[in-house]
Nanobody, 111 residues
């Protein structure tokens, strides 16, 4: 059974930082392409960043230079370090292995 469990969301002031985690089970983690997506109220779900099994990363233009995606294959965990947060980053953040989705974690950035 595949499980993707996000954690680390919360309320932070603009300019602050958060680190999200996605713990995976039931998949061959080291071989998986993984991604972070977000969905704000009234908007479509959008890609934030993804990372290949080789560690190649890809970012949405809106987060380049502020967010960093990484993975720890020994811990079956993916991370999203979010710095210089803006109110427009407020959304539910989801992790995916492009076959399954986590339940999401809320990130709220106050101005």
């Amino acid at each position: 059974q595949v499980q993707l469990v996000e954690s680390g969301g919360g309320l932070v002031q603009a300019g602050g930082s958060l680190r999200l985690s996605c713990a995976a089970s039931g998949i061959i983690f080291s071989r998986s392409i993984l991604g972070w997506y977000r969905q704000a109220p009234g908007k479509q779900r959008e890609l934030v960043a993804d990372i290949t099994s080789a560690g190649t990363t890809n970012y949405a233009d809106s987060v380049k230079g502020r967010f960093t995606i990484s993975r720890d294959n020994a811990k079956n965990t993916m991370y999203l370090q979010m710095n210089s947060l803006k109110p427009e980053d407020t959304a539910v953040y989801y992790c995916t292995n492009y076959g399954n989705w986590g339940q999401g974690t809320q990130v709220t950035v106050s101005s």
